[in-house]
């Protein structure tokens, strides 16, 4: 979220506050009122008109404190405020200097920023908070997104590759395959296997204890298949897999009460994708958006 990302970049300038030498001088040109009006109730400073808020101040505060383990003294509040003082100069800078607009990567870091508070925004809002009825229907309406994975049980084989001849064991595996997928044994088969030895316990796994036996990308094919279905050679670093399903245990979808968070936290992410393409439908429609004739 924007405010967390705010926040951790607060903390950071005010330890380096602490930690760094040479500091400014402590100098606030101006207190109370500002030039152009009533001081902002919320805030501790203003920075050519633009306020340092006092919730960004003592998140700053409590960072320091969590990282020094006491509480800050008046100079190093001083120096806190002060370097977020410093903070908001830079971003002044940055944006006389066009950053936001030419940078790519202060582009992509801002754009990553409004996400963020569109969906928090969105998910604060009423909307947001569903109630117990709404949550259950929701839940119902969505069984496979909160279903566990499917657990298989698995018969392996496994082809050597080298950097010198990568062909000869793609080839050896689809030899393997085709014979597999013409009804022969897998006993029988398992004798051209370079690890004879890859044993898969009898009963069904995970497929996160699969991906430590066989690999993730042959445990995302296996899970592609059913029941005495045979894979394509899977490539893998050091050569090729051929896995063939015995068993397959499709996963369950928990009851409401054992998922009701997760079941809030989908509800919460799915109010934020809805606020954001909200917001972009319309500004679309607002912008003025032309097209090179060379556009696709």
Excluded at 93 to 112: P, T
Excluded at 151 to 172: C, I, K, V
Excluded at 209 to 237: I, K, M, N, W, Y
Excluded at 238 to 266: H, I, K, N, Q, T
């Amino acid at each position: 979220m924007i405010g967390k990302d705010l926040s951790s970049a607060h903390v950071l300038l005010a330890a380096g506050a602490l930690l760094g030498a040479g500091l400014a001088s402590w100098q606030i040109v101006q207190r109370g009122p500002g030039a152009d009006g009533p001081f902002p109730q919320n805030a501790v400073a203003l920075v050519d008109g633009s306020p340092i808020w006092r919730a960004d101040y003592e998140r700053a505060l409590s960072g320091v404190a969590t990282a020094t383990g006491s509480a800050p003294d008046g100079e190093t509040r001083r120096r806190v405020l002060q370097r977020l003082i410093d903070e908001e100069l830079l971003v002044q800078r940055g944006l006389e200097l066009g950053l936001a607009a030419r940078d790519r990567r202060v582009r992509a870091d801002l754009s990553a920023a409004v996400i963020g508070l569109l969906v928090a925004t969105a998910e604060d809002g009423e909307e947001a908070e569903p109630d117990e009825e709404e949550l259950r229907r929701f839940h119902a309406d969505n069984a496979r997104w909160f279903r566990s994975s499917p657990q298989l049980a698995l018969d392996a084989l496994f082809f050597r590759a080298s950097s010198e001849n990568a062909g000869a064991g793609l080839e050896r595996a689809t030899q393997a395959r085709e014979r597999l997928v013409a009804g022969e044994t897998f006993d029988d088969v398992r004798s051209t296997s370079d690890a004879p030895d890859v044993e898969l316990p009898g009963g069904p796994l995970t497929p996160r204890a699969l991906g430590e036996l066989v690999g993730s990308t042959a445990t995302r094919a296996a899970l592609a298949l059913g029941p005495g279905q045979v894979s394509e050679p899977v490539r893998t670093a050091s050569g090729y897999f051929v896995v063939r399903v015995r068993e397959r245990l499709e996963g369950a979808s928990p009851p409401f009460d054992e998922a009701r968070d997760a079941v809030a936290a989908e509800h919460r992410r799915r109010t934020g994708e809805r606020g954001l393409e909200s917001f972009l439908e319309e500004r679309r429609r607002e912008a003025r958006i032309l097209f090179a004739p060379e556009a696709p």
